[in-house]
């Protein structure tokens, strides 16, 4: 079946370290989302990618880091420098700039903990 | 710039009570309009969706319709169920790109 997958669905950090959240896709979309969403919370964009090679800021950018190398893949690093990363965090996907009637395809979510 | 006003929750209703969850906008040209749900400790679904006025969208005994004259796009259930107790974000995607721009949600809490 086609799909976002999102892994671990756990995680937990140590003060000081970085770490890395993993978004694959099998539904050959050209973008890609993360976003962040807090307890009680609607979704706040981190990064968005909407071709492979290219990445832009979302509204909440300071402390994470992303890489667009493949179409299918699209990682999160959740840096030192964010300093209250703890969050569930999810994953999209849609198709590209001129199918703006389609919808973005979400993942089941990475909860990162502060240990 | 976009931006999409749900009602604040919690909404609790018995079973088999009427939904509605209302949700307004604000976009420049004429976007698409997109009810997703997400159930407790997974992600969002997409529920429902309407891409030019007068659409109906429906899926699961849900339905809403665009209407571009009050800009609102209000969800609704004639008989809810347990199992619809989770969280519905109301969202717009306008031709002008392709991000959404989401609603702060709306818990639904339904009690037998």
């Known amino acids: 079946d086609g799909g976002i997958t999102q892994s671990p669905k756990y995680l937990f950090r140590k003060e000081g370290q970085n770490v890395t959240l993993s978004c694959e896709q099998n539904?050959?979309?050209?973008?890609m989302y993360w976003y962040r969403q807090d307890p009680g919370q609607g979704l706040r964009l981190i990064y968005y990618?909407?071709?492979?090679?290219?990445?832009q800021k979302g509204d909440i950018a300071e402390g994470y880091s992303v890489s667009r190398e493949k179409k299918e893949s699209f990682p999160l690093t959740v840096t030192s420098a964010q300093k209250n990363p703890t969050a569930f965090y999810l994953c999209?996907?849609?198709?590209?700039?001129?199918?703006?009637?389609?919808?973005?395809?979400f993942g089941d979510g990475t909860r990162l903990s502060i240990l | 710039g976009n931006s999409v006003t749900q009602m604040e929750g919690p909404v609790t209703l018995s079973e088999e009570a009427f939904l509605t969850i209302n949700c307004t906008y604000t976009?420049?040209?004429?976007?698409?309009l997109f009810w997703y749900v997400q159930y407790p400790g997974e992600g969002l679904q997409l529920l429902l969706k309407?891409?030019?006025?007068?659409d109906k969208g429906s899926n699961k005994g849900f339905e809403a319709t665009y209407r571009k004259e009050t800009t609102s796009f209000h969800l609704e259930k004639g008989s809810v169920q347990v199992s619809d107790s989770a969280v519905y974000f109301c969202?717009?995607?306008?031709?002008?790109?392709?991000?959404?721009?989401f609603g702060g949600g709306t818990r639904l809490m339904v009690k037998p």
């Open positions: 309407a891409t030019k006025a007068d």
């Open positions: 969202a717009l995607r306008n031709n002008a790109g392709n991000m959404l721009t």
């Open positions: 990618s909407q071709i492979v090679n290219d990445f």
């Open positions: 976009a420049t040209g004429y976007p698409s």
């Open positions: 539904l050959n979309h050209d973008a």
């Open positions: 999209a996907s849609s198709d590209g700039r001129d199918k703006y009637n389609q919808p973005q395809h």
